[in-house]
Each structure stands twice: as structure tokens, then as C-alpha cells.
């Protein structure tokens, strides 16, 4: 993993994720093969972000001898995603921590305002005490992972880090700034943002192109 000048995110940089990427971003991949590169692209990058998990050790047997073998410690981590694009980077993680559990946070941009507005909200019990994964493929503006990692903190989440696919230096600074006790991931830093609040050169827009709706 690297970090990139002044921005705080780690750059998972390995080969696969890296090729995958190239393969997710072409304009001509199906919408089938989109979610299935998403869903490898997934499980690699939850691979990273629970590196750090804490273990303990249990007395099991094998079939030659009993030994105290490490297993993760304490509650259940949490995944939380952001809807809808956020689902897309769910289903390889739970192939990779079948027992986590998942929450969900949905907000929409009021047009005028610009601020993020919460349509949805559910999360499991105890937040404090488990490690909490934010899941959103494209941080762009930052704008709605920075309300959303908002949203969970007065909800009473603590410990939290944040994955993504693809990041613009813009987002990165807002949420850099916003959070600075969150950790970053994501598979590339792209360019800067167009406009429309595009990352570029990106993939496109990431729930349209997971679900197929354009
Ligand atoms: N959301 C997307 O889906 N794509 C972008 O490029 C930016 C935000």
C-alpha cells in the first residue's frame, strides 16, 4: 500500500485490484461482468481494511493434537453501506466475513440546499463496540461520506474506516478534513472531479453502471 502526497487514504495496489479496475473502468464491460470485477475487486479490498484485526486464541483439537489456535476477537464487525452503489461493494466482503454484520444509511442531496438528507437508517445494535466498515464505491465530493460517517458517529459508532473503489483529491481532502480519524482505502486517486461531480477519468456513474439502469 502506498499514500499519496498530502491526501490520507491507503491505496490498495495490488496487481489484481489493479487489473480489475482497468477491466471495470472500460466503457464497453457488460453490467454483468461490472458486478462480478466489483464483487472480486470487493473481497480483495476487505482483505486490507481487516488486517489489523485483533485476535485471541482458543483451545481446539486437531486429529493429532490440541493447540491454541488464533481466532478474531471480540464483537462482530459491521458493514455499512451507503445506498445504492454501496450494496455493489457488499456482496464480495460478505463473501469474506460471511458473519459480519450489515447496516445501511440512504441520503439524498437536497437540490437546493445541497445538503445530504437522510432517507434511510438501520444499523445493528451496539455500535460501539464494533469495528464499523463504510462501504460507497466513488468518493467524489465526499459530500455523502462525510454525512454518513456523521451519521453513524451520533449514532455512537467509534471505531470506523472507510472503502471505496475510486477516490477524486477532492473528496479525499473534505473527508481528510471532516474525519481525520477515519481511515481511507480505496483502489485509485484519480484526476479531479468534472462539473457534474464526475470522477475523471472514474468509471462512469457506479450505481448505473453495478445495476444497469442507464
Ligand atoms: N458517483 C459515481 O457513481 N461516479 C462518479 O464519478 C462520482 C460519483
Do not use: W
Not at 481494511?49 to 491454541?68: G, K, Q, S, Y
Not at 476477537?73 to 458473519?99: E, T, W
Not at 445541497?114 to 444499523?123: G, S, T
Not at 471532516?178 to 486517486?189: F, M
Request: proline residues 5%; aromatic residues 6%; charged residues 25%.
Amino acid at each position: 500500500m502506498t499514500d499519496i502526497q498530502d491526501l490520507r487514504i491507503k491505496i490498495v495496489d495490488h496487481p489484481l485490484v489493479q487489473h480489475k479496475l482497468t477491466l471495470m473502468r472500460r466503457k464497453e464491460e457488460s453490467t454483468s461482468k461490472f458486478r462480478q470485477l466489483l464483487r472480486e475487486i470487493s473481497l480483495l479490498l476487505a482483505y486490507e481494511v481487516t488486517r489489523d484485526l485483533p485476535l485471541a486464541t482458543r483451545e481446539i483439537e486437531t486429529p493429532l493434537a490440541a493447540m491454541e489456535a488464533p481466532v478474531l476477537a471480540g464483537k462482530k464487525l459491521c458493514f455499512v453501506s451507503v445506498l445504492r452503489a454501496g450494496n455493489g461493494l457488499l456482496d464480495g466482503m460478505l463473501d469474506l466475513l460471511p458473519s459480519a454484520r450489515v447496516g445501511h444509511v440512504g441520503l439524498y442531496r437536497d437540490p437546493e440546499t445541497l445538503i445530504a438528507v437522510e432517507y434511510y437508517y438501520k444499523v445493528p445494535q451496539d455500535m460501539g463496540d464494533r469495528l464499523t466498515i463504510v462501504v460507497d464505491p466513488m468518493l467524489a465530493t465526499g459530500n455523502s461520506a462525510i454525512a454518513a460517517v456523521q451519521r453513524l458517529k451520533d449514532g455512537g459508532a467509534r471505531r470506523l474506516k472507510f472503502v471505496c473503489l475510486l477516490a477524486a483529491p477532492e473528496g479525499v481532502r473534505a473527508f481528510n478534513e471532516a474525519h481525520p480519524d477515519v481511515e481511507l482505502y480505496t483502489a485509485a486517486v484519480d484526476q479531479c472531479l468534472d462539473e457534474h461531480g464526475y470522477i475523471v477519468p472514474g468509471l462512469g456513474d457506479a450505481g448505473d453502471r453495478i445495476y444497469g439502469t442507464k
